[in-house]
């Protein structure tokens, strides 16, 4: 089969979203499919709108022949891979990376609201909010919905009027195990994206009252490849991601391929799968931070994380990922209908 690949971002970018479109595209070719990324690129520049169009066009050469799309965000590729898909009556399927309404509200007001309250409790949005909430809406009525957790799945359903037998759960990949080293400092890694949603304002206020009482302890931060990620965690003492909402954050199992301790959010898609493996922590709680934070510190506290870390042993590769996603489209190929986006509401 021929399935494109839309997505944003592809190495050497860096970004989950960029790992994730590799990974998929070679297992997806190693298992004999033709599996084309088509990426932003330079296109990135241009203005919202504008920059649809051209991705669009970009996107076009490889609809020809294509069996399936398979977008990797919702609005920025999801949008135009669903109107293109309907005009070559291709099949397509939209799998959510992150919330770019959410992200951007965050962004703009500062109103940090964990996502499963966002729908619920948010202020008035923006005209552009409402405009990319509006066609985010429509794109998903015209595709079939992969999600990574659950928890994400049940915050969309009502406000994005999904229905749930044209969702599907797929997994993150999580690759195997890999050798850690002992570190030489008590240094925690945060090496995010520079947004509101990473919660650094209340990280940054914690890490310097923690610091108070615990003096050698550092925190790593700033945006570095993958490669250079890996080779960090491989000696580090902790990892520590405190954002208002990880979706599905690699960046944690990444930690737990080396058995390194980590501080999570409790709002996380992943919380109750990995908080027995680290730390759950409330988000918008400066002192639940600095507790964990000072409790890591301790030699006491650091004994126990990091047994409760080495209990980790998951592996879940990218041939897996890309059997869930050929075993969806051969379902639905199977099915009464051969192209599932122009039917959203009997599947």
């Known amino acids: 089969m021929k399935i ?22 070679e297992a997806l070719r190693a298992a004999g499919h033709d599996a084309p990324a088509v990426t932003y690129g330079l296109l ?31 609005f920025s590729v999801g949008l135009p891979a ?54 985010t809406r429509h794109a998903l009525s015209h595709a079939f919905v992969v999600f990574s957790t659950e928890l994400q799945r049940d915050v969309w359903l009502k406000p994005y009027g999904l229905e749930l037998e044209r969702t599907e759960i797929i997994g993150n990949a999580v690759d195997a195990a890999l050798q850690p080293e002992p570190p030489s400092a008590k240094n925690f890694l945060w090496h995010v994206r520079p947004i509101r949603m990473k919660n650094g304002e209340r990280l940054h206020a914690a890490f310097a009252r923690a610091r108070a009482k615990h003096p050698d302890i550092t925190l790593e931060e700033g945006l570095i490849s993958k490669q250079e990620l890996l080779e960090r965690m491989k000696s580090c003492y902790a990892v520590i991601l405190p954002s208002i909402t990880e979706i599905s954050p690699n960046y944690i199992l990444d930690a737990l391929r080396f058995k390194k301790p980590f501080i999570m959010d409790k709002y996380s898609g992943f919380a109750q799968w990995l908080g027995p493996y680290g730390t759950l922590v409330d988000p918008l709680d400066r002192n639940d931070i600095v507790r964990a934070l000072e409790t890591l510190a301790e030699p006491a506290g650091y004994e126990e994380a990091l047994k409760k870390a080495a209990a980790f042993s998951y592996v879940r590769t990218y041939d897996d990922v890309a059997r869930d996603f050929l075993e969806l489209l051969r379902r639905e190929a199977a099915g009464p209908r051969a192209s599932f986006q122009d039917a959203p509401h009997d599947l």
């Open 4 to 25: 494109v690949i839309a997505t944003g971002i592809y190495p050497p970018e860096v970004g989950g979203p960029a790992y994730y479109a590799q990974g998929l595209a």
């Open 44 to 74: 990135k520049i241009l203005p919202t709108g504008v920059r649809h169009l051209a991705y669009m066009l970009r996107l076009t050469p490889h609809m020809f022949g294509a069996d399936a799309v398979v977008a990797l965000d919702t």
């Open 82 to 135: 669903v109107l293109l898909a309907r005009l070559f009556r291709t099949p397509v399927i939209v799998r959510t990376g992150g919330d770019f309404v959410w992200e951007h509200y965050l962004e703009r007001t500062g109103d940090l609201l964990p996502l499963v309250r966002f729908y619920s409790e948010h202020k008035p949005f923006s005209l552009k909010e409402r405009i990319i909430f509006a066609l």
